[in-house]
């Protein structure tokens, strides 16, 4: 049996993110300060699909705990996305894009997310488990744990998080 978490790696370093752009004004350097936007919703969509499917299934205090450890664990994450965006939209507003464009970039995150939640490539293997409940505690846990971690999934993202904090 292919493990879930060798498909999920797979799926979010499929782009390597390699180092911060000093600034957004070339081509190249928006891209990848996109490719880490994406990741890091990935990341995000991966981990609320699996709450999505568990919700029913386990009680709403586990959720909570579980949902805010990783929150915890990676608010600075989504943050840095949040404020890498702005400042890829910033850079490509004073470059003269459309708002066309301007609008396509801003949902860039959001197109992420829904595709991970599409996916659910985290629920695959616990969909159909005998005890339900036990195999959500127990991806909840994994994804609390380092072996989960932004780090071990995306080490192109966590990199460029490293680098943008260094900052």
């Not at 801003?106 to 996916?119: C, N, Q, T």
């Amino acid at each position: 049996m292919k493990r879930w978490w060798v498909t999920l790696a797979a799926t979010i370093t499929n782009s390597v993110v390699v180092a911060v752009p000093p600034d957004l004004t070339s081509e190249t350097a928006r891209r990848t300060a996109l490719i880490f936007v994406g990741q890091i919703s990935n990341f995000q969509g991966y981990f609320d699909s699996v709450v999505e499917f568990c919700r029913p299934r386990l009680p709403e205090l586990t959720i909570k705990h579980a949902t805010s450890d990783w929150k915890a664990q990676n608010q600075e994450a989504l943050d840095y996305r949040d404020s890498e965006l702005t400042r890829v939209l910033m850079t490509v507003r004073q470059l003269g894009m459309s708002q066309a464009g301007l609008d396509e970039i801003a949902g860039w995150p959001d197109k992420h997310y829904r595709e991970s939640l599409k996916k659910a490539i985290m629920v695959n293997d616990i969909r159909y488990d005998k005890n339900p409940m036990l195999a959500c505690a127990r991806r909840l846990g994994d994804l609390n744990s380092d072996r989960m971690s932004l780090q071990r999934l995306s080490p192109g993202a966590w990199a460029y998080l490293q680098e943008l904090k260094a900052k």
